[in-house]
């Protein structure tokens, strides 16, 4: 399987960090339902990571949960201390993960060098014992023990 420029730089860190994983490739996932059938047969927790900002556009936060548990953002906004929180644009998410939409997850925090992003994890992500994201593109997904 090729190695695509945007998973370039995930790949070489945990390699170099020395962290085993599993790499899958799939059609491209714009979203968590749609990755249900692709992930079929791949033993791991498979996660949502939502790219949010509040009201004033000041903060951003990267809110990772399970892929079937539903958000409540006003929940999220009570949780982190902020006020009323939206989904970010492209043009942010570009800016703050280095990423497109769909494929957002942890691994873009590689790009935020100024650690601007501030990442909260689900609770029942505590149970997981693999965990899967996509390595900066969608069409790609590794599992890692969590």
Request: with cysteine; charged share 25%.
């Amino acid at each position: 399987m090729e190695i695509l420029p945007e998973e370039q730089p995930v790949l070489a860190r945990l390699s170099q960090l020395a962290i085993a994983y599993e790499r899958y490739e799939h059609p491209p996932i714009a979203t968590g339902g749609e990755g249900l059938e692709h992930w079929a047969g791949i033993d791991a927790v498979h996660c949502k990571n939502l790219f949010l900002r509040n009201q004033k556009g000041t903060r951003h936060y990267l809110v990772i949960l399970p892929v079937e548990k539903r958000a409540d953002l006003r929940m999220v906004a009570d949780q982190v201390g902020d006020g009323k929180l939206s989904f970010a644009s492209a043009e942010r998410l570009k800016t703050y993960l280095g990423v497109t939409p769909g494929s957002v997850s942890p691994f873009g925090l590689i790009h935020d060098t100024a650690h601007h992003v501030r990442v909260f994890l689900d609770r029942d992500l505590k149970a997981a014992t693999r965990i899967s994201f996509h390595p900066n593109i969608n069409t790609r997904t590794l599992v890692l023990s969590f």
